[in-house]
């Protein structure tokens, strides 16, 4: 079974960047498509960047030109870049797969100060 373990988080001002990691332990995650999903407080959970095992790349219109998804398959991992950060980007950050969703891992809260 694959173990998810998102890191990074914390709190910025707006205007700042963070990056985020996500490790993927038990089996590989490389043929996977994966993506980084965040869940705002009152706000069901939702996508923001998705890359899939040949590297492309999907990201929400909101964050567009300010996120940056990427992976690096020898370290079973998924990166977030996130900059230019918005109070309305704050949330827990958690990274899986898609359908069938991998078990999702604790996520990573991101704040933003305005």
């Known amino acids: 079974q694959v173990r998810l373990v998102e890191s990074g988080g914390g709190l910025v001002q707006a205007g700042g960047s963070l990056r985020l990691s996500c490790a993927a332990s038990g089996s590989s995650i490389s043929i996977l498509a994966m993506g980084w999903y965040r869940q705002a407080p009152g706000k069901q959970r939702e996508l923001v960047a998705r890359i899939t095992s040949g590297g492309n790349t999907n990201y929400a219109d909101s964050v567009k030109g300010r996120f940056t998804i990427s992976r690096v398959n020898a370290k079973n991992t998924v990166v977030l870049q996130m900059n230019s950060l918005r109070p309305e980007d704050a949330g827990v950050y958690y990274c899986?797969?898609?359908?069938?969703?991998?078990?999702w891992g604790q996520g990573t809260q991101v704040t933003v100060s305005s």
């Open positions: 899986n797969s898609e359908l069938p969703f991998l078990s």
